[in-house]
T-cell receptor, first 114, second 111 residues
Framework: ETGVTQTPRHLVMGMTNKKSLKCEQH?????MYWYKQSAKKPLELMFV???????ENNSVPSRFSPECPNSSHLFLHLHTLQPEDSALYLC?????????????FGPGTRLTVT | GQNIDQPTEMTATEGAIVQINCTYQ??????LFWYQQHAGEAPTFLSY????GLEEKGRFSSFLSRSKGYSYLLLKELQMKDSASYLC????????????FGDGTTLTVKP
């Protein structure tokens, strides 16, 4: 049990669909993150929220829209995705957005765009 | 920009010692992390170095030299379950979660 859960674990969607990924952390952390992990590529940081405020947006296309309603929940809303968006989407949390605190990762959502 | 280099693959024998190197060139430095990721699973935290020197945690140790932009992860008494990908990540500044990950080193432990 990592303390960070993600749903769904697997998702197949068409390019015209709208879906949302959900992440929940049970660790009392203040910062949450979305990463994209594609085959043979390093982890790519997409968004960072610290105390429910977005502090990082790494030039992610607008078809990805994050939402952080509170410090325990993080969503990634998806619409009109492309096949190249197929990847493992990992959520993570850390005790604080600053300092050397390590990140705790969820199990990820394996997304396939058809 | 940020640049992190790790070997792509390594192979070692059960019971042996292996050293996985990581070199980095970043616009700033506020700590280096090592994570372990088994196939199909999420990364898990192994170590954090912000000062020069060696940090030891059981069978795993991590070393940092800031002047050389260099770190290594040392795994002793290798076990089959240590077969995984090892990710080096550098926090360039103190901003929230601004860590850049290397491509990872896939370690295969053979009997």
């Amino acid at each position: 049990e990592t303390g960070v859960t993600q749903t769904p674990r697997h998702l197949v969607m068409g390019m015209t669909n709208k879906k949302s990924l959900k992440c929940e952390q049970h660790l009392g952390h203040n910062a949450m993150y979305w990463y994209k992990q594609s085959a043979k590529k390093p982890l790519e940081l997409m968004f960072v929220y610290s105390l429910e405020e977005r502090v990082e947006n790494n030039s992610v296309p607008s078809r990805f829209s994050p939402e952080c309603p509170n410090s325990s929940h993080l969503f990634l809303h998806l619409h009109t995705l492309q096949p190249e968006d197929s990847a493992l989407y990992l959520c993570a949390s850390s005790p604080s957005g600053t300092g050397g605190n390590e990140q705790y990762f969820g199990p990820g959502t394996r997304l396939t765009v058809t | 920009g940020q640049n992190i280099d790790q070997p792509t693959e390594m192979t070692a024998t059960e019971g042996a010692i292996v050293q996985i190197n990581c070199t980095y060139q970043t616009s700033g430095f506020n700590g280096l992390f090592w994570y372990q990721q088994h196939a199909g699973e999420a990364p898990t935290f192994l170590s954090y170095n912000v000062l020069d020197g060696l940090e030891e945690k059981g069978r795993f140790s991590s070393f940092l030299s800031r002047s050389k932009g260099y770190s290594y992860l040392l795994l002793k008494e290798l076990q089959m379950k240590d077969s995984a990908s090892y990710l080096c990540a550098v926090r360039a500044d103190s901003n929230a979660g601004k860590s850049t990950f290397g491509d990872g080193t896939t370690l295969t432990v053979k009997p």
